[in-house]
């Protein structure tokens, strides 16, 4: 590993407020808060001098101390409504750090933020997107993931009529189409120097690719199920079921 421990800081955001599903940063997932997975996955890779979870909700922070992570400060409530930006969020907690650990952040080369409903990272994802992080010397690097077909062979549809968006991928074969991929809305890392610099989106931003099933976003009830399921599937999730036996399967859906 190319990066030090004492160099980063994983900042997890975990607002009470979800509406679709609703505390889903709390909601059971294999016989625990689903934040614990997120955070035992922080833990786990030896990467981070302190993982620290972003909350307003006195619940969540209970249960990611329970995990293991740190709650050092209660996320403004201006902070933690529907239409807060994540970076934000990860401004205030540098700032916060900035402040109040003043001789620890001046260590500190960049911050990871790791969103609380990832059950599927794990710590090789962690260490991995740290690396190229690392390496290419980017002002940021986010986890993207492709579309599972061609965007550019995307259709509209008005008055009942379908019509390319883009006509001339009309007759392109989708193999012969450019690659393009997506915010997998996973994880990210951060230049600690760059979030502190408000407001600023010109930077180099590098791209750290997974699969599709690791880059599950759970914002409605169908997702929970898409992704309980998929867990059980995979090997991650087949060590858990392993371990503890069948007292999961009512957990699927």
């Known amino acids: ?47 981070f001098s302190h993982v620290i979870v972003s909350t307003e909700d006195e ?12 709650t050092p400060f209660i996320r403004p409530r201006e902070l933690a409504d529907d239409f807060a930006a994540t970076r934000q969020v990860l401004e205030h907690a540098a700032e916060w750090m900035r402040q109040h650990w003043p001789h620890e952040f001046a260590q500190i080369r960049g911050i990871c933020c790791l969103y609380a409903t990832a059950p599927f990272v794990t710590a090789e994802m962690l260490k991995g997107s740290c690396d190229r992080f690392v390496e290419g010397n980017f002002d940021s690097l986010w ?18 009529l379908a019509t390319f968006n883009w006509p001339d991928y009309e007759t392109i074969r989708s193999q012969d189409c450019p690659s393009l991929f997506r915010d997998a809305g996973v994880l990210y890392w951060y230049r600690t120097a760059s979030l502190l610099k408000a407001g600023s989106t010109e930077h180099r931003r590098g791209a750290y690719h997974i699969g599709r099933w690791e880059a599950i976003d759970i914002d409605t009830p169908e997702d929970l199920r898409i992704a309980r399921y998929l867990f059980a599937m995979s090997s991650k999730g087949r060590r858990v079921i392993i371990r503890w036996g069948s007292m999961f399967a009512a957990a699927l859906f």
């Open 143 to 160: 986890t993207v993931t492709d579309f599972g077909y061609p965007v550019v062979r995307a259709l509209n549809e008005q008055d009942g």
């Open 59 to 70: 619940e969540i922070a209970a249960a990611a101390r329970k995990a293991g992570a740190l």
């Open 1 to 47: 590993m190319t990066a030090g421990s004492s160099r980063f800081v994983c900042v997890i955001p975990a607002r009470g407020g979800s509406k679709r599903v609703v505390r889903k940063n709390l909601v059971t997932f294999y016989g625990q808060p689903i934040i614990s997975w997120s955070i035992k996955a922080a833990l786990s890779s030896g990467l």
